[in-house]
């Protein structure tokens, strides 16, 4: 199974955007799977973000798609998701993830970040 290691600001202003990075050590991201970004706010239950596809296509939740952009950069292995325009809302844990098959079979450990002013 891959290593997928999240890294972000920890701490964004509202208005401001997130941008959150994932690295995936011990497996390509341009090798079959999906590669997403889910979220969990205090409180509350997982929500997916989106997926980018080994293909490089893209794949956004219709409740934040027009705030949310995920790229991938495949010299490093690396993906992100940036989200425009947060607010304390946005605040939450955020994992990186690979699904393939309906499953999510490798997770990073999660980055938590705060969008406080």
């Known amino acids: 199974q891959p290593q997928l290691q999240e890294s972000g600001p920890g701490l964004v202003k509202p208005s401001q955007t997130l941008s959150v990075t994932c690295t995936v050590s011990g497996g390509s991201i341009t090798n079959y799977y999906y590669w997403s970004w889910i979220r969990q706010a205090p409180g509350k239950g997982l929500e997916w973000i989106g997926d980018?596809?080994?293909?490089?296509?893209?794949y956004y939740s219709p409740s934040l798609k027009s705030r949310t952009s995920i790229s991938r950069d495949t010299s490093k292995n690396q993906f992100t998701l940036q989200l425009s325009s947060v607010t304390p809302e946005d605040t939450a844990a955020y994992y990186c993830a690979r699904r393939g098959n309906n499953l999510y079979d490798s997770w990073g450990q999660g980055t938590q970040v705060t969008v406080s002013s």
């Open positions: 980018i596809h080994y293909s490089g296509s893209t």
